[in-house]
């Protein structure tokens, strides 16, 4: 199993980012996926979980301005990140939990400065 997360990099106050995680080893399309970040000095906290149904939801700090979403084709989620704020960097993390296992990607970096 492997996930390798893309589309981080430097925006600023306003701007948009979608991230993308590329899975590999198991088919999304079959399981919850899940996105956290982890601000510098902060706790890993979780952003949203794209179901394996048609339901996805989101932490209240984002709701409205980001969206998660899934390639079944491609094997890949997205998270579409608008309206961002300083507040929004971190790193950020896309999450599989298996039958015996949390799998995690190695994140990809998000800043938003003017």
């Known amino acids: 199993v492997q996930l390798v997360e893309s589309g981080g990099g430097l925006v600023q106050p306003g701007g948009s980012l979608r991230l993308s995680c590329a899975a590999s080893?198991?088919?999304?399309?079959?399981?919850?996926m899940t996105w956290y970040r982890q601000a510098p000095g902060k706790e890993r906290e979780w952003v949203a979980t794209?179901?394996?149904?048609?339901?996805?939801y989101y932490a209240n700090s984002v709701k409205g301005r980001f969206i998660g979403s899934r390639d079944n084709a491609k094997n890949t989620v997205y998270l579409q990140m608008n309206s961002l704020k300083p507040e929004d960097t971190a790193v950020y993390y896309c999450m599989f939990q298996g039958a015996d296992n949390a799998y995690w990607g190695q994140g990809t970096q998000v800043t938003v400065s003017s």
């Open positions: 794209i179901s394996s149904g048609a339901g996805t």
């Open positions: 080893g198991f088919t999304v399309s079959t399981y919850a």
